[in-house]
């Protein structure tokens, strides 16, 4: 993140960004307290493992992650690991480079202790306007009319294809993939935009074959085959394809601009084709 700045209150070292040092914190660290004394707090998870704000302030709206290291399994994956908070934290960053969206992280937390880094904590700004993609189909989707209904079902099949085909495209697994793990907006056009969250599952192979993104898809069905019907499942499939396909035509293309031959063995030609431009294994 340019321009990030590093500040210690006691025993919690923190990177922030340096205009938003004062508002989100005092001289003893973290305005949490402050905040949830001055309702300012929506609690929207709370657990052993992770707690979950949302903080409304003047000109920022933001989502606190708390990970309490609570258990002896915490601490040593503490000791081998990364933080939870510091995980999430460099994967949005690097989605972000690959033009994957998703939320906008601005400060993260650790506690420095004799054994390691203990607690953790993560700040980002809130998506405006979005929704989890599970809450929609199953609480907003339904009050609307049905011909609205079918046009954003439609559309949402589209969308969630081609936004699976470009996080595989550009090298992206997330391997807990469902639609909690999703954030969906509409445009003033009733156009979908999705976001990815929940970073902890995802990982950056040098590439997603064709088997392996289509294992991936098989984790998302798993929600949507009792939720969403099977023609809209496969305007999503139609859609993911195409998506894919328009990248390994490019890549194919990029490699006979640059002299590449592919051998035309007879009735191999196609299968050669995937293995070289697809990594199909």
Request: aromatic share 8%; glycine share 6%.
């Amino acid at each position: 993140m340019a321009n990030i700045i590093a500040q210690t209150y006691g025993e919690v070292r923190w990177q922030v960004l340096p205009h938003l040092r004062e508002l989100l914190f005092c001289a003893e660290g973290l305005r949490l307290g402050q905040w949830l004394r001055d309702g300012q707090v929506q609690v929207v998870k709370q657990g052993p493992h992770r707690s979950v704000y949302r903080v409304r302030l003047p000109g920022l709206d933001i989502h606190v992650k708390h990970y309490p290291v609570y258990d002896l399994r915490a601490w040593l994956r503490q000791l081998l690991r990364p933080s939870k908070a510091r995980t999430e934290f460099e994967m949005a960053e690097q989605l972000a480079g690959r033009g994957i969206p998703t939320f906008v992280p601005v400060a993260l937390g650790e506690r420095a202790t004799t054994l390691g880094t203990g607690d953790s904590w993560l700040i980002m700004e809130t998506l405006a306007g979005t929704e989890a993609l599970n809450t929609f189909i199953e609480t907003t989707l339904p009050r609307l009319e049905e011909a609205q209904q079918t046009l954003l079902r439609q559309r949402l099949a589209v969308a969630l294809g081609r936004f699976t085909a470009r996080m595989h495209n550009t090298g992206v697994l997330h391997h807990d993939f469902h639609a909690g793990n999703l954030l969906i907006r509409w445009d003033s056009d009733w156009q979908p935009e999705l976001f990815l969250i929940d970073l902890h599952a995802v990982r950056l192979p040098q590439q997603v074959s064709w088997r392996c993104g289509r294992n991936n898809l098989v984790v998302l069905n798993r929600w949507f085959q009792l939720r969403v019907s099977r023609t809209d499942r496969l305007r999503c499939w139609h859609a993911y394809c195409q998506e894919r396909d328009a990248v390994a035509m490019e890549r194919w293309q990029r490699l006979m601009d640059t002299g590449a031959r592919i051998s035309a063995r007879s009735g191999d030609t196609h299968l050669e084709l995937e293995s070289t431009v697809l990594a199909q294994p």
